[in-house]
């Protein structure tokens, strides 16, 4: 049985539409252009804050991904770093790297207090001791952070339209704690949308060495329901014109 990848299929998915009004169109058609395809790479930031570290324990953490492949390690309180890979090793020896580091650490720090805050302002999160947030970039697109706790995501900030959505059910209340802290809000938006985006155009120099596309889990679900849309369009349009 024949396997696609996920890149492959969403690429046959946006295309076939196209493909098959040109064949329903009557007379010669002469493209001007042949099809190009190009990757869209995903920058990723895994943070997990333990409220119940020990001195001297890991109390922030943040695993870098691109593509969904980690690269590096960051360790925020202990401000050490480990490179994942042969890529991971070229990103710390920069200056970017070191910019990087302290936006990270500013970063675990004020999640560090939010998540104490959320724990002493709701009964329903005393039992909550490790936060996990997850920030996402494109190039120019798809910025995104997640919370949740204990491995399941809670809550998605969209950070090209600023707006909160609940992921799990019960959540209301951690949403509306959130939307209404402006703190949160414009550290999230800036982060995601200024910071990842300028750090994922630094990687351009290593290119080569990524692979030739990157995933958006997000992005390829909204994509499938729009072109099946289309498509079933098209085939009655062409039954019509037949």
Not at 93 to 114: F, S, V
Not at 217 to 242: N, V, Y
Request: proline share 3%; charged share 20%; aromatic share 10%.
């Amino acid at each position: 049985m024949l396997i696609l990848s996920n890149a492959f299929s969403t690429s046959i998915i946006l295309v076939l539409p196209f493909i098959l009004l040109m064949g329903c169109l009557k007379g010669p058609f002469s493209p001007a252009q042949p099809f190009s395809f190009t990757g869209t790479h995903s920058l990723c930031y895994d943070f997990t804050i333990n409220s119940k570290a020990a001195p001297g324990q890991q109390w922030c953490t943040v695993q870098a991904q691109v593509d969904q492949k980690n690269f590096l390690s960051f360790d925020c309180g202990m401000d050490k770093v480990k490179s994942l890979s042969a890529l991971g090793g070229k990103v710390n020896a920069t200056i970017n790297w070191e910019e990087q580091k302290t936006l990270l650490r500013d970063i675990g720090n004020t999640l560090k207090q939010k998540l104490a805050d959320i724990k002493a302002e709701n009964d329903m999160a005393r039992g909550l001791n490790t936060l996990e947030g997850r920030m996402c970039c494109q190039h120019k697109s798809n910025s995104s952070w997640q919370f949740g706790f204990n491995g399941r995501m809670w809550l998605l900030f969209d950070s090209d339209n600023r707006k909160w959505r609940e992921i799990r059910p019960g959540s209301s209340w951690m949403k509306k704690m959130w939307e209404n802290d402006k703190e949160v809000t414009d550290l999230l938006h800036r982060s995601s949308i200024g910071d990842c985006r300028t750090w994922i155009q630094n990687l351009k120099e290593w290119e080569a060495e990524l692979e030739p596309t990157g995933n958006w889990q997000e992005g390829e679900e909204l994509l499938r329901p729009f072109s099946t849309t289309i498509l079933m369009g098209l085939l009655i349009f062409c039954h019509q014109e037949g």
